[in-house]
């Protein structure tokens, strides 16, 4: 077998947007990695969606189609 053919498989640190740091293993050659959601925070594992909804978008396809997909 070569020596040397594989990364370096090292700890990263994690920290995620809400402030939530854990620690994994990867072969980024960085020691700290941020990233902007985590299992604490996402929609999918939380249960809790978020509808950002500033110029009422939302509201008007409602009115517009909301019609169309009721029986």
Do not use: W
Not at 27 to 52: A, D, R, W
């Amino acid at each position: 077998m070569k020596q040397n053919a594989h990364p370096d498989y090292r700890e990263v640190n994690v920290t995620c947007s809400c402030g939530n740091k854990f620690t994994t293993r990867s072969t980024m050659e960085k020691e700290n990695f941020n990233i902007e959601v985590c299992s604490l925070c996402h929609p999918f594992y939380t249960g809790q969606q978020k509808i950002v909804d500033t110029t009422g978008r939302v509201d008007k396809f409602n009115q517009k189609f909301g019609n169309m997909f009721k029986r």
